[in-house]
């Protein structure tokens, strides 16, 4: 099985790490030997058409290393790799941009008219065009998966699509921003101000310098789009959410929540009728009640009722573990 | 209004139907029946207490009045129950005028009462937030009661923040 990796960033590392690690295991678990043909960033890509050596990839990686500091790297652009390396499987791991979807957009559809099956962690381009991407990968007959664009190591597309089959989803609940519930829980804990917590986030590399995206609810909106199209059937657009950010959550509405037995989370929830955003009162217990960087979600279902889950929402190795996932649910799929 | 009625029957069957008609007949809609088996009176009737939903006092005098006629033994007659129990936060400039209109608005709306209300005050130029805890007696009225506060945070530009388990 031959990979193509573009963007060689915190997940495309931790990809290539993790899949180093767990060579041995694909093999005797799955009959899996995948193989690197190029890794691509912003500055050139890295290729081989038999595999670029694992130990040089691991080192690159751990080094946090640019592709182009790999030997005999070419200054070629994303798109050429992908029309020019042959592959069976592209995975397109490059920044998230809601407004256009690029780079990724590109990407997916390049991979996917040459006939490659797809797996990728970027939202941008499955908020701006799920529908036009499941119907050219249809089209094309290839595979497309994304299960760590929403939730990081959380399998909750997965979760619904194939285990809760039987169910029809009423309503989807999700704590699915590891940053603003980071800032929430530690105002509850501590009783501090916002900026302050904010800052302290940010020091610790938890919170971008810019926060924008996760404390005005833009990161929870773009996976929540993407969890009402996947999972709910629908065709949202980012315009389609209603959202309300944390900026104006203080100590003190934090305490008169806990004297109730609440707490405050941003909380995105999705029906068939509506999409929103917002800072919610959430029961200590409930299971959308998780501290730190965690994230939860929680489904309202026909039959079972409520299913919930929890787990890490980022980070490259706990995201691998959604990529890996996809990966081997790609190959079995066209075994 | 939602009535909650406690009566004593005999434990002999059909007693339960017989003192259940007048209910339908007046529009009544029955929301729960609790037998009390293991609550035997001395001269051995069954205690049962029902739920119901019905349009007014009249009307429930009237219902009082045909079980009363068909020798129902009604032992207890209680005032509305609330069913639906919500608390919500507001946060930002709030002046007690607001606070005034919006409990008497919130109470003004049938079988919805304002139990519970709770200030933090900002400092000077900051913002304060208000705890309100909401009874209603059904989901329908539950809903409107949030609707009407959604409506009036966002006149007076007041951050509302509703429960993540609240009435569909
Ligand atoms: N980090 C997480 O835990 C996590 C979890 C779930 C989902 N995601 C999503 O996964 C994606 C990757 O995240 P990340 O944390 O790995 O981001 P990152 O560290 O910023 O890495 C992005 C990579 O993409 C490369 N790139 C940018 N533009 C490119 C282009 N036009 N062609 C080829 N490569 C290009 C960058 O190269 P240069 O360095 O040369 O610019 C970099 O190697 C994002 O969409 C993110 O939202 C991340």
Sequence with gaps: ?335 | MLVKLVMELEDIPGQLLRALEPIARYGGNIQSIIHQREHKTPLGRVPVTLIFEIEDQSRLKRVLNALKSRNVLVTQVGEEVYTVKQTVILLGHIVHADIRTLVDRINSITGTRVMDLSLAMGGPRKESAARLTILSDSDRHARKAISWLSEFCKQKDLLLITSVGGPP
């Design chain 1, 1 to 335: 099985m031959r990979l193509l990796i573009i963007g060689f960033g915190n997940l495309g590392r931790g990809l290539v790490e993790s899949l180093a690690e767990k060579k041995s295991f694909l093999y005797r678990r799955f009959g899996l030997k995948p193989r690197v043909v190029g890794v691509v960033d912003d500055s050139g890509a890295a290729t081989n058409n038999k595999g670029l050596d694992w130990r040089l990839l691991v080192k690159k990686a751990y080094q946090k290393a640019k592709v182009s500091a790999f030997p005999n790297y070419k200054r070629i652009s994303a798109v050429e790799a992908i029309e020019s390396v042959e592959c069976e499987i592209v995975f397109e791991l490059t920044p998230t941009n809601i407004q256009t979807g690029e780079p990724g957009l590109t990407h997916i559809k390049k991979a996917m008219k040459a006939g490659r099956h797809v797996i990728t962690s970027n939202k941008g381009p499955l908020v701006v065009a799920f529908r036009e991407l499941e119907h050219l990968a249809k089209k094309q007959g290839v595979e497309f998966r994304y299960s760590a664009s929403v939730g990081g190591a959380i399998p909750v597309i997965e979760l619904a699509r194939k285990l809760l089959a039987g169910n029809e989803v009423l309503e989807i609940q999700g704590v699915l921003n590891g940053t603003t519930n980071y800032i929430l829980s530690r105002m509850a804990e501590e009783g501090a101000p916002f900026d302050q917590v904010l800052r302290e986030a940010q020091e610790l590399g938890i919170a971008e310098k810019d926060p924008t995206l996760d404390i005005e609810g833009i990161d929870t909106a773009a996976k929540l789009v993407i969890l009402s199209n996947a999972i709910l059937g629908r065709d949202v657009k980012f315009k389609d959410v209603r959202r309300t950010g944390i900026a104006r959550i203080t100590p003190q509405a934090i305490k008169l929540a806990k004297e109730t037995g609440n707490t405050i989370k941003l909380v995105g929830v999705a029906t068939r009728q509506t999409v929103e955003v917002s800072p919610k009162l959430v029961p200590l217990g409930h299971p959308l009640a998780v501290g730190g960087t965690l994230n939860a979600v929680n489904f309202k279902l026909d039959l079972a009722r409520e299913i919930s889950i929890t787990g890490f929402g980022a980070g490259p190795r706990e995201t691998s573990s959604s990529l890996l996932g996809d990966l081997i649910d790609v190959c079995r799929t066209i075994a």
